[in-house]
């Protein structure tokens, strides 16, 4: 595969992505987004009674054209994070499954102009259920949306000809520098693959990035704009499917 033919103006690409949809996020991350001329990715729990009024700032958000994304309902993650059972491994294909489409069907209330969707795995735990009784739930997501976003190995990005759109790779990148994360989207792009940034707070009190180094990341993507695509999620992966999918056609052909 010609990646540079792929990329064409770009090196590769870069998203940048934000989890469990905070206040922190509405504060400071888009802020600073906006400031800088760049859309990052979204995903939101839509859990609780209160999730219309409590969601409500998101649709302003999205009308500013950054991508908004499931992330379950009520969020699961292991039993050996939350410390007592009611995690991941308690849990069967039919209730994630319920848990996935309930907050989809709130999220399209939310935004219902949004024609693509993604989704990113809580605590990025892909399975339910435990020992032998394990199981993906990838092809629930597969299915569903357009991309579902994993954890992935440090320092490498996702492949286009390759990568599967169900688990794309992302790097969680909090107590980075501005310099490791410049870095990391420079080696990643530089090999013409996607990289997929993770964040859950800037300058918070949990899985944090400090505001200078954010900051300095989007600075330097801004400066570096003609050849590093910064695009949503789903922008990222539109394209990549609609190139595997002209390449399984011209496989079979």
């Not at 206040?23 to 888009?30: G, M, R, S």
């Not at 357009?146 to 992935?152: K, M």
């Not at 990035?209 to 801004?222: A, I, P, T, Y």
């Amino acid at each position: 595969m010609d990646l540079e033919a792929f990329w064409a103006p770009y090196q590769g690409a870069v998203s940048l992505t934000f989890d469990d949809g905070t206040q922190n996020h509405l504060d400071k991350a888009i802020p600073a987004l906006d400031e800088f001329g760049l859309k990052g990715s979204f995903y939101l729990n839509p859990g609780g009674e209160d999730w219309p009024a409590r969601l409500a700032p998101w649709q302003a958000v999205a009308a500013r054209g950054h991508e908004i994304g499931n992330h379950t309902l009520t969020h699961p993650c292991p039993n050996n994070i939350l410390g007592q059972p009611g995690g991941f491994e308690d849990l069967s294909l039919a209730e994630i499954e319920a848990d996935i489409l309930e907050a989809q069907a709130r999220l399209e209330q939310l935004v219902p102009g949004q024609a693509r969707w993604t989704f990113a795995y809580p605590c990025y735990r892909t399975t339910v259920g435990r020992g032998p009784g394990r199981q993906s739930y990838v092809p629930l997501v597969a299915e569903r949306f357009l991309a579902g976003r994993v954890w992935g190995e440090y320092g490498f990005g996702n492949h286009p000809g390759v990568t599967d759109l169900a688990c794309v790779w992302s790097q969680s990148v909090e107590r980075m520098s501005g310099y490791e994360m410049i870095g990391l989207v420079e080696e990643i792009t530089a090999q013409g693959r996607w990289a997929i940034l993770v964040f859950h707070e800037i300058d918070g009190a949990r899985l944090t990035v400090g505001s200078h180094d954010f900051r300095m990341l989007l600075n330097h993507l801004r400066r570096r704009a003609a050849a590093i695509w910064t695009a949503p999620v789903a922008a990222v992966a539109l394209k990549i499917a609609r190139f595997q999918a002209m390449e399984r056609r011209s496989d079979s052909a």
